[in-house]
């Protein structure tokens, strides 16, 4: 069974530093692998996607993950953060037939 | 192109009622996937639809039970509810099985 762990459960970031978000995963076959921003009360918005190739992805509002497989992680990156990032972010694999999420880490981008 | 659509997206219910909810998805898309997030338990997996067949199904009580329409547009209930089926219910839709786009979501509070 897949299974994804985000270590931080809270950042706190200031606005213009970088971000970097923790996330390793547990997958016996080659991963697929998500990012996905939830603002309060709303849905999940696909910020980008790993199927294979470049270990580097570039997605929506700047971010870009990079897949490590010796190490099981799939980092999310953020060189300069905006007001607007402050969102809970979720780490997700797909396995068999489902995707299956970390807990989230809620980030919090201070003035 | 027009997201994902939930309907409603409030809903208050009382202990032993049971509710419907909507999902229209994404047009052409076929495969409808229903997740529930709850602060305790975070994001499951509740079942996945594809041409109006149940492909998958989570580790749920047989009160969730879930359908899809020849428009692809599907539905889940929830039988007999329960203080503890307070959450949001989240519907995603893809056109291929690993890549799935969220709806708003439909919050669920039981009393």
């Known amino acids: 069974a897949q299974s994804v762990t985000q270590p931080d459960i809270h950042i706190t970031v200031s606005e213009g530093a970088s971000l970097e978000l923790r996330c390793n995963y547990s997958?016996?076959?080659?991963?697929?692998l998500f990012w996905y921003v939830q603002s309060p009360g709303q849905g999940l918005q696909l910020l980008l996607k790993?199927?294979?190739?470049?270990?580097l992805v570039q997605g929506i509002k700047g971010f870009e993950a990079e897949f490590k497989r010796s190490q099981s992680s799939f980092n999310l990156r953020k060189p300069s953060v905006h007001w607007s990032d402050a969102a809970e972010y979720f780490c997700?694999?797909?396995?068999?037939?489902?995707?299956?999420f970390g807990a989230g880490t809620t980030v919090t981008v201070r003035a | 192109k027009a997201g994902v659509t939930q309907t409603p997206r409030y809903l208050i219910k009382t202990r032993g009622q049971q509710v419907t909810l909507s999902c229209s998805p994404i047009?052409?898309?076929?495969?409808v996937s229903w997740y529930q997030q709850t602060p305790g338990q975070g994001l499951q997996f509740l079942f996945e639809?594809?041409?109006?067949?149940?492909?998958n199904k989570g580790n749920f009580p047989g009160r969730f039970s879930g359908r899809q329409f020849s428009n692809s547009r599907s539905e889940m209930n929830v039988s007999t509810l329960e203080l503890g089926d307070s959450a949001l219910y989240l519907c995603?839709?893809?056109?291929?099985?690993?890549?799935?786009?969220f709806g708003p979501g439909t919050r669920l509070t039981v009393t």
């Open positions: 995603a839709s893809s056109l291929n099985p690993a890549e799935q786009y």
């Open positions: 997958y016996g076959a080659t991963p697929y």
């Open positions: 790993y199927f294979s190739g470049d270990t």
């Open positions: 997700a694999v797909r396995g068999d037939y489902k995707l299956s």
């Open positions: 047009s052409g898309h076929r495969s």
């Open positions: 639809y594809f041409s109006e067949t149940q492909r």
